[in-house]
């Protein structure tokens, strides 16, 4: 029988945005493909594995909309077949050329290789029949994990600049993760932990109207919780400043002096004045995965994720050290890593029962450890981050101080005492938007502004009609509101001011603005009926066809239109 001291909970966050039919690589499809296979399938493999042995463990995962209706699509499915049969074909042409050089260690990895992906496919076809989605459903269904939902396409919610777009973003991650998993969430991820709290918006020197909290769409669907970085909890006051977002922020905007602490601790959840319960995320833990230089990942014996085999492109080679060349790192021993993963899983275990000891030692309270981290950093960026999760899953269920939950077990077992106005907030660098906006991506601010101004004209006209949309029209009705939504996702801005994918980015971005000005223009002028308007919805939807049951009428009008001029 547990004693607990505290509770403990991760929080692992999977997405991808859409990239259907949109480059293979180095920018595209392959994103997903090597999502399924380093880190969503053996991810399953795990939970199944510890369910199987009777381990009570408890998680929650985030999975997005954009990513679900990706992996539910049978277009990828038969994608990630092909993809596996190649990564055997190349396992097998390296263990040839290895052999042909003496090379048997090199061999060895080869092999692993090959036995990995062969399994990999095999599950995915027999155990799990083709549908990664409802093997996380069953999951869920039997108690294991907590899935929860997001903003349709992880839209950067704080800068939209209109609360249309927002209630669309929420509501439609709301409807499709009912269409996947058969009922409500009870916890949404918002887009980069991106939190906006009330605003007043002047539209003329004498007339101002409110912005509601993020918190208050999430109420009024039913969501209990989401997760804000941890300085947005216990960093800074809720106001502590004033700062402009650049020429398309709009309005002011308070942020976060993070030299000041409050009073709250991110042990505890808070209730907003809406109701909803936000949980912050834990430093101390974070560190111990996030952290390049002081991180479980950065130890030598790891596999080095960005060294690669020149013919096949598997990967063969430790991390040796973080501060040498990638020529000089050695070759991975996979016998090596058994004993540093299990003394990291040691450690974690550790790690979060001092804190909750400590936190129960000095409050005389049962404070809850919320751990959160994108779900491709195990498996894809960190190798051994499957079975490291695993391990610390399996020693921590048998710790009898500490207590795995998921957020809503912990909201109904320990109701939030005490109420927090959450101020302006992100998990981005630095804290606010700037990985978002800055004087890279302010432009696309613009585009986006004017498209949410342009998709509330169009949804207008369709609410103001007494008959429905006829068929073209509905069509095109859909295909504006796709593209509007995937205009908006936050990987375009993030992957420009990262420098990962800049021009692909851009180029994304600018497809979607296009396509999405396009159809709002056959739209306004009632042409959607021409012969080679229909050809062109036609070739769009085949390509962006997610959410199939998208309203663009969820795009009304929700706010008066701003007509002060700044």
């Given at each position: 029988?547990?004693?607990?001291?505290?509770?403990?909970?991760?929080?692992?966050?999977?997405?991808?945005?859409?990239?259907?039919?949109?480059?293979?690589?180095?920018?595209?499809?392959?994103?997903?493909?090597?999502?399924?296979?380093?880190?969503?399938?053996?991810?399953?493999?795990?939970?199944?594995?510890?369910?199987?042995?009777?381990?009570?463990?408890?998680?929650?995962?985030?999975?997005?909309?954009?990513?679900?209706?990706?992996?539910?699509?049978?277009?990828?499915?038969?994608?990630?077949?092909?993809?596996?049969?190649?990564?055997?074909?190349?396992?097998?042409?390296?263990?040839?050329?290895?052999?042909?050089?003496?090379?048997?260690?090199?061999?060895?990895?080869?092999?692993?290789?090959?036995?990995?992906?062969?399994?990999?496919?095999?599950?995915?076809?027999?155990?799990?029949?083709?549908?990664?989605?409802?093997?996380?459903?069953?999951?869920?269904?039997?108690?294991?994990?907590?899935?929860?939902?997001?903003?349709?396409?992880?839209?950067?919610?704080?800068?939209?600049?209109?609360?249309?777009?927002?209630?669309?973003?929420?509501?439609?991650?709301?409807?499709?993760?009912?269409?996947?998993?058969?009922?409500?969430?009870?916890?949404?991820?918002?887009?980069?932990?991106?939190?906006?709290?009330?605003?007043?918006?002047?539209?003329?020197?004498?007339?101002?109207?409110?912005?509601?909290?993020?918190?208050?769409?999430?109420?009024?669907?039913?969501?209990?919780?989401?997760?804000?970085?941890?300085?947005?909890?216990?960093?800074?006051?809720?106001?502590?400043?004033?700062?402009?977002?650049?020429?398309?922020?709009?309005?002011?905007?308070?942020?976060?002096?993070?030299?000041?602490?409050?009073?709250?601790?991110?042990?505890?959840?808070?209730?907003?004045?809406?109701?909803?319960?936000?949980?912050?995320?834990?430093?101390?833990?974070?560190?111990?995965?996030?952290?390049?230089?002081?991180?479980?990942?950065?130890?030598?014996?790891?596999?080095?994720?960005?060294?690669?085999?020149?013919?096949?492109?598997?990967?063969?080679?430790?991390?040796?050290?973080?501060?040498?060349?990638?020529?000089?790192?050695?070759?991975?021993?996979?016998?090596?890593?058994?004993?540093?993963?299990?003394?990291?899983?040691?450690?974690?275990?550790?790690?979060?029962?001092?804190?909750?000891?400590?936190?129960?030692?000095?409050?005389?309270?049962?404070?809850?450890?919320?751990?959160?981290?994108?779900?491709?950093?195990?498996?894809?960026?960190?190798?051994?981050?499957?079975?490291?999760?695993?391990?610390?899953?399996?020693?921590?269920?048998?710790?009898?101080?500490?207590?795995?939950?998921?957020?809503?077990?912990?909201?109904?077992?320990?109701?939030?005492?005490?109420?927090?106005?959450?101020?302006?907030?992100?998990?981005?660098?630095?804290?606010?938007?700037?990985?978002?906006?800055?004087?890279?991506?302010?432009?696309?601010?613009?585009?986006?502004?004017?498209?949410?101004?342009?998709?509330?004209?169009?949804?207008?006209?369709?609410?103001?009609?007494?008959?429905?949309?006829?068929a073209d029209e509905s069509k095109a009705l859909k295909q504006a509101a796709r593209e509007l939504l995937l205009l908006q996702s936050s990987d375009w801005p993030f992957l420009i001011t990262t420098k990962q994918a800049k021009e692909y980015a851009t180029e994304r971005f600018l497809l979607h603005y296009n396509r999405f000005c396009r159809i709002a223009l056959a739209l306004k002028d009632n042409s959607v009926s021409n012969r080679d308007f229909l050809e062109f919805?036609?070739?769009?939807?085949?390509?962006?066809?997610?959410?199939?049951?998208?309203?663009?009428?969820?795009?009304?009008?929700?706010?008066?239109?701003?007509?002060?001029?700044?």
């Amino acid at each position: 029988m547990k004693n607990p001291l505290g509770n403990f909970c991760f929080v692992l966050h999977s997405h991808l945005p859409y990239i259907k039919k949109a480059g293979v690589w180095p920018f595209g499809e392959e994103w997903l493909l090597e999502g399924m296979l380093e880190t969503y399938l053996p991810l399953l493999d795990v939970l199944y594995q510890l369910r199987d042995e009777k381990i009570p463990y408890k998680i929650v995962i985030g999975i997005t909309p954009i990513l679900a209706e990706q992996l539910a699509d049978e277009y990828f499915k038969k994608r990630f077949e092909e993809f596996v049969s190649d990564k055997i074909r190349r396992a097998n042409f390296d263990m040839e050329k290895f052999t042909n050089r003496h090379q048997h260690n090199y061999k060895h990895l080869a092999e692993l290789y090959k036995h990995s992906f062969e399994k990999i496919l095999d599950n995915f076809r027999n155990r799990y029949n083709r549908n990664i989605i409802a093997a996380f459903r069953k999951l869920q269904d039997e108690g294991f994990v907590e899935i929860i939902t997001s903003a349709a396409t992880h839209g950067y919610l704080p800068l939209l600049s209109r609360d249309s777009s927002i209630y669309a973003q929420i509501k439609t991650g709301i409807d499709i993760y009912e269409k996947h998993f058969g009922k409500k969430p009870k916890g949404m991820w918002l887009p980069e932990c991106a939190y906006r709290p009330e605003k007043f918006v002047q539209i003329t020197k004498n007339e101002s109207y409110r912005r509601p909290p993020i918190d208050e769409f999430l109420a009024a669907e039913g969501v209990e919780y989401f997760i804000v970085d941890g300085h947005a909890i216990s960093g800074g006051p809720a106001f502590a400043g004033w700062k402009r977002n650049g020429v398309y922020g709009g309005i002011k905007s308070p942020v976060v002096d993070y030299s000041k602490k409050t009073e709250r601790t991110t042990m505890f959840p808070y209730l907003t004045k809406s109701g909803v319960a936000a949980f912050g995320r834990n430093f101390e833990t974070g560190l111990q995965v996030w952290s390049g230089e002081h991180g479980y990942p950065a130890d030598g014996n790891y596999r080095e994720f960005h060294k690669k085999d020149c013919d096949s492109g598997l990967q063969y080679w430790k991390i040796t050290s973080t501060k040498i060349d990638l020529g000089l790192k050695e070759i991975y021993n996979s016998e090596n890593v058994s004993s540093r993963i299990n003394e990291n899983a040691d450690h974690f275990n550790w790690l979060v029962e001092s804190t909750l000891s400590v936190f129960s030692s000095d409050s005389g309270n049962e404070g809850i450890v919320v751990a959160p981290y994108d779900t491709e950093l195990l498996g894809h960026w960190w190798f051994e981050g499957i079975e490291w999760l695993k391990q610390t899953l399996t020693k921590i269920s048998k710790n009898p101080t500490v207590q795995l939950t998921t957020l809503s077990e912990y909201l109904k077992n320990h109701p939030p005492k005490y109420v927090a106005e959450i101020p302006e907030s992100s998990w981005g660098d630095g804290g606010g938007h700037y990985v978002w906006l800055n004087a890279q991506t302010e432009w696309m601010w613009s585009y986006i502004h004017d498209a949410e101004v342009q998709m509330e004209d169009v949804a207008e006209i369709f609410n103001r009609k007494e008959i429905s949309p006829n068929a073209d029209e509905s069509k095109a009705l859909k295909q504006a509101a796709r593209e509007l939504l995937l205009l908006q996702s936050s990987d375009w801005p993030f992957l420009i001011t990262t420098k990962q994918a800049k021009e692909y980015a851009t180029e994304r971005f600018l497809l979607h603005y296009n396509r999405f000005c396009r159809i709002a223009l056959a739209l306004k002028d009632n042409s959607v009926s021409n012969r080679d308007f229909l050809e062109f919805l036609t070739e769009i939807e085949e390509i962006d066809g997610a959410f199939s049951d998208i309203d663009g009428r969820l795009f009304a009008r929700r706010e008066p239109e701003r007509k002060i001029k700044e």
